[in-house]
């Protein structure tokens, strides 16, 4: 088993910046994708940024492209998402997320493809 926890959300006003983190502890070798993913109320849960654990190849959401940032520290076990240039369509509780399988072609931007979860941690941003 695999557990995924968030922290670093909270308040910024608009243009500012926030870092999440994603601590994944358990059976974690092996990880093949780590993801973050964001939902705002009444809203479908939405891809941000996905990092390969090996090769830290990055994908990107196209309105946060330049402004958010992927990273992981394998031997720490955590993903990390730096968010820059906040905007208020960008409050969200944002989710890490991982998988064990190889993901083909966009495979990444769907939650289903996706085992493992965190409890997600809110960030808003104030106008």
């Known amino acids: 088993q695999v557990q995924l926890a968030e922290s670093g959300g909270g308040l910024v006003q608009a243009g500012g910046s926030l870092g999440l983190s994603c601590s994944a502890s358990?059976?974690?070798?092996?990880?093949?994708?780590m993801a973050w993913f964001r939902q705002a109320p009444g809203k479908e849960r939405e891809f941000v940024a996905a990092?390969?654990?090996?090769?830290?190849?990055?994908y990107y959401l196209d309105s946060v492209k330049g402004r958010f940032t992927i990273s992981r520290d394998a031997a720490k076990n955590t993903a990390y998402l730096q968010m820059n240039s906040l905007q208020p369509e960008d409050t969200a509780i944002y989710l890490c997320?991982?998988?064990?399988?190889?993901?083909?072609?966009?495979?990444?931007?769907?939650?289903?493809?996706?085992?493992?979860w965190g409890q997600g941690t809110q960030v808003t941003v104030s106008s």
């Open positions: 997320a991982g998988t064990f399988r190889p993901l083909h072609g966009m495979g990444y931007i769907y939650p289903i493809e996706y085992a493992y």
């Open positions: 358990g059976r974690t070798n092996n990880m093949y994708t």
């Open positions: 990092i390969r654990w090996s090769g830290g190849t990055s």
